[in-house]
Nanobody, 129 residues
Framework: QVQLVESGGGLVQAGGSLRLSCATSARTLFSLAMGWFRQAPGREREIVAAISWLHSTTYYADSVKGRFTISRDSAKNTVYLQMNSLKPEDTAVYYC??????????????????????WGQGTQVTVSS
C-alpha cells in the first residue's frame, strides 16, 4: 500500500495558478499509475488528470484540457498537477490516487476511481471570482 500526501491547495483568484504536489511513501514511482481527482460540494468525485507508468502518457478531462498539466518527478517520488487559468468551477477538494500496475498495464492510463487502491487525504482548492 502506498501512502499519499497532497499539498499546495489554497485560495486563489480566477485566472490564477496553483501547483499541487502528491508525495508518495513508495521508494520509487516504478510501475505506479497515478491520477488526480476532484470533488466539489454536492457532486461526485471526477477524474481531472492521469498519467501512465510507461512513457508517462497523460489524460485530461475536457474541462481542464489546455489549463492543467500532470507530471511526475521520479527522483522525488512526487506527482504534480500544475493548474493555470483557474476558474471558480475548479473549486473542489483535489485527491491524488495511485495504483501499482502489472507489466501488461504499464502503458495504460487509469481514469476510473475504482481502478485506484491508494488515495491521499485531499487538498482544498478554492477559486474566487
Amino acid at each position: 500500500q502506498v501512502q499519499l500526501v497532497e499539498s499546495g491547495g489554497g485560495l486563489v483568484q480566477a485566472g490564477g495558478s496553483l501547483r499541487l504536489s502528491c508525495a508518495t511513501s513508495a521508494r520509487t514511482l516504478f510501475s505506479l499509475a497515478m491520477g488526480w481527482f476532484r470533488q466539489a460540494p454536492g457532486r461526485e468525485r471526477e477524474i481531472v488528470a492521469a498519467i501512465s507508468w510507461l512513457h508517462s502518457t497523460t489524460y485530461y478531462a475536457d474541462s481542464v484540457k489546455g489549463r492543467f498539466t500532470i507530471s511526475r518527478d521520479s527522483a522525488k517520488n512526487t506527482v504534480y498537477l500544475q493548474m493555470n487559468s483557474l476558474k471558480p468551477e475548479d473549486t473542489a477538494v483535489y485527491y491524488c490516487a495511485a495504483e501499482k500496475v502489472p507489466v501488461i498495464r504499464w502503458g495504460v492510463i487509469l481514469t476510473s476511481e475504482t481502478e485506484y487502491s491508494d488515495w491521499g487525504q485531499g487538498t482544498q482548492v478554492t477559486v474566487s471570482s
